[in-house]
């Protein structure tokens, strides 16, 4: 079925960069796009972009584009999401979600437990 | 502000239905298919609906989606306290170009 493992809490001054992997485990890596979505306290979702997991390919949110970073390592079959001149508007839960594959974007079947990323001074 | 529109809240007692709208624009709802998730507290959100009505394996059957023009709904049939839960819509939007979520609805059940 498949599992997404994220790293740990991050605490970070403002202007600094906070970067968050996302491993896959038990399913075919490259099958499947990853996307980010982050959630701020009390606040909805955010998209912030897919990567391809099979060709390195990358899409992101018009509100991210310069500032977000996606890469990936096949051999680790691992995601990760880069976030610089953070801001305390940052301050989210950011998550890793699996792309259902099917053409159908936005549908995340499956999602990493979440990450605590605080920008405070 | 969410491009989405939700209810902030919705409540039931047991037993009830209970249904939670969404509402968009022709850029979004009105031009792709809807998609609902289910956060319950603590948790990472779970997708519930997509296709406007299809539920993946695993999801109870009281859960119903719609979609009508530029709105959409989820209808929980004979909601339960396990339900209680933040819900969030979302769809795809070709003005934006990029997924779009509502604000969530609190679900108290």
């Known amino acids: 079925q498949g599992q997404l493992v994220q790293s740990g809490a991050e605490v970070k001054r403002p202007g600094a960069s906070a970067k968050v992997s996302c491993q896959a485990s038990r399913y075919t890596f490259t099958d499947h796009y990853i996307h980010w979505v982050r959630q701020a306290p009390g606040q909805g979702p955010e998209w912030m972009g897919w990567?391809?997991?099979?060709?390195?390919?990358?899409y992101f949110a018009r509100s991210f584009q310069g500032r977000v970073t996606l890469t990936r390592d096949t051999s680790i079959t691992t995601v990760y999401v880069e976030l610089s001149g953070l801001r305390s508007g940052d301050t989210a839960t950011y998550f890793c979600?699996?792309?259902?594959?099917?053409?159908?974007?936005?549908?995340?079947?499956?999602w990493g437990q979440g990450t605590e990323v605080i920008v405070s001074s | 502000q969410s491009v989405l529109t939700q209810p902030p809240s919705a409540s039931g007692t047991p037993g009830q239905r209970v249904t939670i709208s969404c509402s968009g624009s022709?850029?979004?709802?009105?031009?792709?298919?809807l998609i609902w998730y289910q956060r319950l507290p603590g948790t990472a959100p779970k997708l519930l609906i997509y296709?406007?009505?299809q539920r993946p394996s695993g999801v109870p059957d009281r859960f119903f989606g719609s979609r009508s023009g530029t709105s959409g709904s989820l209808a929980i049939s004979g909601v339960q306290s396990e339900d209680e839960a933040d819900y969030y819509c979302a769809t795809w939007d070709d003005s934006v170009g990029g997924v779009v979520f509502g604000g969530g609805t609190k679900l108290t059940v």
């Open positions: 979600a699996r792309d259902r594959g099917k053409g159908d974007i936005g549908v995340f079947d499956l």
């Open positions: 022709s850029s979004n709802i009105g031009s792709n298919s």
């Open positions: 990567i391809n997991t099979y060709n390195g390919d990358k």
């Open positions: 296709l406007n009505n």
